[in-house]
T-cell receptor
Framework: GENVEQHPSTLSVQEGDSAVIKCTYSDSASNYFPWYKQELGKGPQLIIDIRSNVGEKKDQRIAVTLNKTAKHFSLHITETQPEDSAVYFCAASPSNDYKLSFGAGTTVTVRA | DTAVSQTPKYLVTQMGNDKSIKCEQNLGHDTMYWYKQDSKKFLKIMFSYNNKELIINETVPNRFSPKSPDKAHLNLHINSLELGDSAVYFC?????????????FGPGTRLTVT
């Protein structure tokens, strides 16, 4: 099955700086890579996703890059704000599978 | 307006008891899921139903039994609760069959077994 590794496990950044979270996956058949944000006491919420036919996707201050050859993908948050503080999860899924395999999560703290 | 709702939000019970968690979605989605999030925040799929049919059944003790009376509801029943069952359980739903679309998560049910 798919195995997703996520780094770092914790990340502290100064407000206004950028944050980068990196994930690697094991199954070359994976072609869907979402990122979820989980705020304290809430369920995860999709913030951006990318499919294997695209190398990069951007949505305002959030961007995701995908390198299928190296089997890794990254989340970039620019101009971080206090409300970006949360746990972020990457995930991967092969096209012939019904399930998402999640990374272990990154706790991001934005210092004011 | 709640998209995916779960009841109860908190559940405290003793070892050996049987308990149920209920989930409902009003998004018209065909697929629903149960996830377990442990104390280290790790999210693991447990079950998935598509149009009331079980399509994912991970390595979960058979004390856990999902039931889907209709495609808007997916309940989780747990028999003979153990200390290790303590976790947050999330229900989710998605429109696209499989994992190729956004999953909408409920607020979670924090289960504490004493």
């Amino acid at each position: 099955g798919e195995n997703v590794e996520q780094h770092p496990s914790t990340l502290s950044v100064q407000e206004g700086d950028s944050a980068v979270i990196k994930c690697t996956y094991s199954d070359s058949a994976s072609n869907y890579f979402p990122w979820y944000k989980q705020e304290l006491g809430k369920g995860p919420q999709l913030i951006i996703d990318i499919r294997s036919n695209v190398g990069e996707k951007k949505d305002q201050r959030i961007a995701v890059t995908l390198n299928k050859t190296a089997k890794h993908f990254s989340l970039h948050i620019t101009e971080t704000q206090p409300e970006d503080s949360a746990v972020y999860f990457c995930a991967a899924s092969p096209s012939n599978d019904y399930k998402l395999s999640f990374g272990a999560g990154t706790t991001v703290t934005v210092r004011a | 307006d709640t998209a995916v709702s779960q009841t109860p939000k908190y559940l405290v019970t003793q070892m050996g008891n049987d308990k149920s968690i209920k989930c409902e979605q009003n998004l018209g989605h065909d697929t629903m899921y149960w996830y377990k999030q442990d104390s280290k925040k790790f999210l693991k799929i447990m079950f998935s139903y598509n149009n009331k049919e079980l399509i994912i059944n991970e390595t979960v003790p058979n004390r856990f039994s999902p039931k889907s009376p209709d495609k808007a509801h997916l309940n989780l029943h747990i028999n003979s609760l153990e200390l290790g069952d303590s976790a947050v359980y999330f229900c989710a739903s998605s429109q696209v069959t499989g994992a190729l679309g956004e999953q909408y998560f409920g607020p979670g049910t924090r289960l504490t077994v004493t």
